[in-house]
């Protein structure tokens, strides 16, 4: 196979997961959502006196006494151009910071997850139907070419979308509000990673059932599966401080939240690097057991980038060699 | 000089699991044994369920033989390499809906691993060659069985394939379809190109093929020049590839 004959390749397979993807009304369905998301933080103003405070201790007065009245002149958050005003009680820094939070974790990182699990999951079971395939199949290019040049096309329209997400309601909050927080930018690759290890599980299941019902129960289950082994394995760390008067975790169980751990990808660590990349421990409290890992030492963002990079590989190449022995 | 011997199968057999836990087999092909030579037409015929599918999926590495081997163009089946030399029409002719007819051939280009810039002018000339450079961006969702199958045409011959294996390929063309079809089919033999045609339709395999192979029950009943079938057949009447068949075909049935 010669270089432009496969770059040639590759890029049809991209435009082709290109085209495929705005055929599904769930594209125009997340178009529509990232947009009504970029207008609501273009209709957010910040508006009145804003105080300066750092932390919530402000609110005490020297005494260490709760102050009835903390400010008789807060100022104002408008959301919906105006149509909702309410008093703002936090600096106008930490309340974008807390709406980015809600935006990075909530909104793009859950709703736009599944939203695009949900789009993408027919995506390979449809070009692997033996009626289409087999014309495609019987050509020359490699299978794992096919495959590989598919999970790209995927991975590269998931990035379009995440950017559009991120850069939109950044620029909206930055320019309503004044700050700008690049860190927030940071979403967009831990998004695409989120999704592309979810993704290369859903690939495993498509090269093997050929199915889109299975391939997006089974990529939803697996992700739920991942969040709860990575958030598991936190909490068997943190138990023996965090729950005291409990007794402790036999060592059996440790050492197996430890391998399944470092085994599977792990979702729960990306929303950690977000809080991180927001700086949310400023100005809002944490998960106890995300705090006590970073705290400890016991959180390796490399390694734990890295081994669930290594996981979406590896789930790939079995897929790749699952497809080459696969019949039409 | 002998011709070049294009594909050839030894002795290939093929089963598939049936039931719940695979135990009990169905055989789709039993001991096959065929050999094309460069420049033949051979008419691939024979009852549903006679194994002529799997036959193709086997030569284009779509399936793996259960026993026996084969080569295509030299080389085992499983180099998909030599899929470069071949051109397949299927008889469904599902391409992907949401592609227009220009970029369903691109696409097709692309995985034959053309150079990239011998194929636009390539898939101007197949569109013009099938009558659909009149369509080349109307979605393909729009087009009827027919114009798909002309589509199909068009893809397989992007690599000028050297093999052209055809499944039925006259299924939902019109009249016009037909001819444009069988002229295509004579063009491809008359430069040379060898030519597996699978077709119920008995009459077109007499007029286009020189060989005739029946597949009935997974194995090879007949494997026969056209001009000796003609001969034996002693009539030369039109229709006679149906008569020289039906006893075989009637054992089926009984």
Known sequence: ?328 | MTPAVVFELERVSKTYPQGILGRRRLTALDNVSLRAQAGEAIGLVGPNRAGKSTLIKILLALAAPTSGSGKRFGKPLSKRQTLARVGYVHESAAFPRYLNAREVLHLGAAFSLMQPADIPARVAQLLESVGLHDRPSEPISTFSKGMLQRLGLAQALLNDPELLVMDEPAESLDANGRHLLHSLIREQHQRGRTVLLVSHHLEEVETLCDRVVALVGGRIVLDQPMTELRRTAAKQKPRFLREVLQPFYSAVRT
């Not at chain 1, 005490?60 to 002149?73: C, F, Q, V």
């Not at chain 1, 980015?100 to 692997?128: D, M, Q, S």
């Not at chain 1, 794992?144 to 990035?159: D, I």
Request: aromatic share 14%; hydrophobic share 55%; charged share 15%.
């Open chain 1, 1 to 328: 196979m010669n270089a432009p004959a496969a770059v040639n390749a590759f890029r049809w397979l991209i435009w082709d997961t290109i085209r495929q993807s705005i055929a599904s009304r769930i594209f125009w369905v997340m178009l529509v959502a990232s947009g009504l998301c970029i207008v609501f933080c273009f209709s957010i103003s910040l508006e009145g006196a804003l105080r300066e405070r750092t932390d919530e201790v402000g609110l005490y007065g020297a005494d260490g006494k709760l102050l009835t009245d903390p400010d008789r002149n807060p100022g104002v958050l408008s959301l919906a151009f105006g149509a909702i005003r309410m008093p703002l009680y936090r600096t106008g820094a930490s309340e974008i910071q807390f709406l980015e939070a809600l935006l990075g974790r909530w909104v793009a990182g859950l709703g736009g997850l599944l939203l695009a699990l949900i789009w993408t999951a027919g995506f390979l079971p449809e070009f692997l139907q033996p009626a289409s395939a087999t014309i495609f199949l019987a050509k020359p290019i490699p299978r794992w070419c096919l495959l590989t040049g598919k999970f790209l096309g995927v991975a590269a329209l998931v990035t379009a979308m995440a950017s559009f997400f991120f850069f939109g309601t950044w620029l909206g909050l930055g320019i309503r509000t004044g700050f700008w927080q690049a860190s927030y930018l940071l979403g967009i690759p831990l998004l695409v990673l989120n999704f592309a290890i979810t993704y290369g599980f859903s690939v495993l299941l498509a090269t093997w059932s050929r199915n889109t019902i299975t391939c997006l129960f089974g990529s939803i289950l697996f992700w739920l599966t991942c969040f709860g082994m990575n958030y598991g394995r936190h909490a068997a760390a943190a138990w023996s401080t965090l729950m005291p008067d409990k007794p402790g975790l036999p060592a059996s169980f440790r050492f197996l939240a430890e391998c399944g751990y470092w085994l599977l990808p792990k979702p729960a660590d990306l929303v950690m690097l977000l809080d991180d990349a927001l700086g949310l421990s400023e100005n809002f409290g944490q998960i106890k057991e995300f705090e006590f890992v970073q705290q400890h030492g016991q959180f390796y963002p490399e390694l734990s980038i890295l081994t669930s990079l290594l996981f979406t590989v590896a789930m790939i190449a079995i897929a790749a060699r699952r497809l080459r022995t696969a019949e039409f």
